[in-house]
């Protein structure tokens, strides 16, 4: 159940991310053009690990979610965040409207686009919940998990122009930040697979099951069920991580966050 202040967080959230385009809508859109390039001009194999009609909405969900919109999530929006730090209630709202507001952008039309190529192959019926499971609710607990680099390791939004200019406060300005850019392509595959592979190698190592054995529906249903609960477990636990770690670190992240000049 979703709270009315987290409801509320979410709305203003979708708010910023309409009147302020370029930190997220923009990066989505970027990420979701170069996935259809690379996918219908260039040899599959050479980019992605499903190469079948199944694999367009695991890599589109894939790329925008990993893209630093779902890390870094306090800099961009550092008025709210500032007003929020002393209240830690106020801040696991603002923490939860960051990972939805991201969500409802991705996961909906992830997940619409994998049903529909469910009925135009004749895909089973698992075939459709795996892929579904995949785009629209493993990536709420893999996002919860990756936010956490940026809430302790949080950048300004710079221009490029600008960090040239202060390229002689090379490892602040440069490399903390290339660092912090590229790394949630490594951190939230990583995050997604311990969710996914979890439950399978728990299940078939419990069952004495064999890897080249086929799931039955029982098997498949005990599964899924086990990945929902852990992703839930890591939405809760990540969040509730995140806000203890503020908690007793607002100082120096108020500190961080009113000098745009650290880069």
Not at 199 to 225: H, K, N, Y
Request: a positive charge.
């Amino acid at each position: 159940m979703i709270s009315p202040g987290t409801l509320a967080a979410v709305r203003t959230e979708l708010g910023r991310i309409r009147t302020n385009p370029t930190d997220t809508l923009l990066m989505l859109a970027f990420n979701s053009a170069m996935v259809l390039v690379l996918w219908f001009a260039l040899p599959r194999t050479w980019f992605f690990t499903f190469t079948g009609p199944e694999g367009l909405p695991y890599a589109l969900a894939g790329w925008m979610y990993a893209d630093v919109c779902a890390t870094n999530v306090l800099a961009p929006d550092r008025e709210r965040v500032l007003s929020s730090l002393d209240d830690p209630r106020a801040f696991a709202e603002l923490l939860r409207s960051k990972a939805l507001g991201l969500w409802l952008l991705v996961g909906p039309a992830c997940a619409t686009l994998a049903i529909i190529i469910s009925l135009v192959w004749n895909r089973s019926w698992q075939f459709t919940t795996e892929v579904v499971l995949a785009v629209a609710v493993v990536p709420l607990g893999a996002l919860a998990m990756t936010s956490l680099v940026g809430i302790m390791f949080p950048y300004h939004l710079r221009s490029l122009r600008w960090r040239w200019e202060h390229r002689r406060q090379f490892k602040q300005v440069i490399l903390r930040w290339l660092v912090l850019l590229v790394l949630p392509y490594t951190l939230y595959p990583v995050a997604f697979g311990l969710i996914v592979a979890l439950p399978v190698t728990i299940w078939r190592l419990s069952r004495r099951l064999g890897w080249d054995r086929d799931l039955s529906t029982i098997d498949f249903l005990v599964c899924v069920t086990m990945a929902v609960i852990i992703t839930a477990l890591m939405w809760t636990l990540a969040h509730r991580f995140a806000v203890g770690w503020v908690r007793r670190h607002r100082e120096r992240v108020r500190e961080y966050l009113l000098d745009v000049e650290r880069g």
